[in-house]
């Protein structure tokens, strides 16, 4: 199943508040879906959350229909559902991951025995129109990096001398924040993976991290030197500035002591470029594009690149192949004279 590509929009949010006014066997459905979601998927929160709030959608749509029984739920219902999406002006993506999102509740339904036969298949597959990511020029990565290894070097410094001030903050978070946009850009992991690592993840001796993925798959992802001497400096100098009662073995902290969440990472890395004059605002998809492009631009080749980011399918990661070419006929038109 694809994962949710948006947060469920006002809509969506609106059809679950309306959801206690479903019918009983369509609210009750409702239910059992999102029970089913959490505790079998393997699926993120975001990913949660959103199908539950198109599945609360369908069914507001199909009840409106005069449909108060499951059975009633068919193809011209769920083909009307998603017209009416296009309609408001929902985008492709979205409109794709409600069909994806109608496809599962059909077929767990017809597996509960609440539909005679299951139209989910019929309903096909919208394709979106994939978008060249953008990425950052391999000049510019190595400038936001020196530029923070240098203010890491000055923290780590200030640190060791036993520094416990009110300074001890900002050292702490220039540790972190250093070991961060490097791990990000040496591996290509996603935010919620970073911010999942504990501090066992990662083995010095063979130079890797351990990464929990999408689906719970656990992976090995080669780190380069430069990383692993940033996280060093942040274990051995941040760490113990910001770790509390309640850090757990969590490797990356906030300010609060606590395990760094997403929503942190992100902002780390939206700073930090912009600080460093970053051509363009991205954030840690960004470096992850980024990373992947410059492995290909090296000479890695896709089997390897699509292991390191974790990607299931070969075809998620040949988009940055293309990635790659629209680069090199960039160069071609700006330096060749007959161009």
């Not at 760094?260 to 998809?285: K, M, N």
């Amino acid at each position: 199943m694809a994962d949710a590509t948006n947060t469920a929009d006002g809509g969506g949010r609106a059809n679950c508040a309306d959801q206690d006014q479903l019918p009983s066997p369509l609210a009750e459905a409702s239910a059992a879906f999102e029970r089913h979601l959490r505790a079998t998927r393997s699926l993120s929160p975001h990913t949660v959350r959103a199908y539950t709030a198109d599945v609360a959608s369908l069914l507001e749509h199909a009840h409106q229909a005069g449909i108060s029984a499951l059975d009633g739920l068919d193809l011209h219902v769920l083909r009307g559902w998603l017209a009416a999406q296009h309609e408001s002006g929902a985008a492709r993506s979205t409109l794709a991951r409600r069909g994806a999102a109608a496809r599962a509740f059909t077929a767990f339904a017809y597996r509960q025995g609440w539909l005679p036969t299951d139209p989910g298949p019929l309903l096909g597959t919208l394709k979106t129109r994939r978008t060249l990511p953008h990425v950052l020029h391999q000049d510019e990565m190595a400038a936001v990096l020196g530029a923070l290894d240098s203010t890491a070097r000055r923290a780590e410094t200030a640190a060791t001398r036993g520094a416990r001030t009110d300074a001890d903050l900002e050292i702490a978070v220039a540790l972190r924040d250093a070991a961060v946009l490097e791990l990000f850009y040496a591996t290509g992991v996603r935010v919620s993976e970073l911010c999942g690592l504990d501090l066992g993840s990662v083995d010095h001796g063979r130079k890797t991290i351990r990464v929990l993925g999408k689906g719970d798959k656990e992976r090995t992802v080669p780190v380069g030197i430069p990383a692993l001497r940033a996280v060093v400096r942040w274990q051995e100098a941040g760490r113990p500035l910001l770790a509390s009662n309640s850090s757990g073995a969590a490797l990356f902290l906030g300010v609060r002591g606590r395990r760094l969440d997403p929503r942190t990472a992100r902002r780390i890395v939206h700073t930090r470029l912009r600080e460093a004059g970053a051509s363009r605002d991205t954030g840690p998809h960004g470096i992850r594009h980024s990373a992947a492009t410059h492995l290909l631009e090296g000479g890695a080749d896709l089997r390897s690149v699509q292991e390191i980011l974790g990607h299931s399918s070969p075809a998620t990661t040949q988009i940055y192949t293309h990635v790659s070419i629209e680069r090199l006929k960039a160069s071609y038109r700006q330096s060749h004279p007959r161009a």
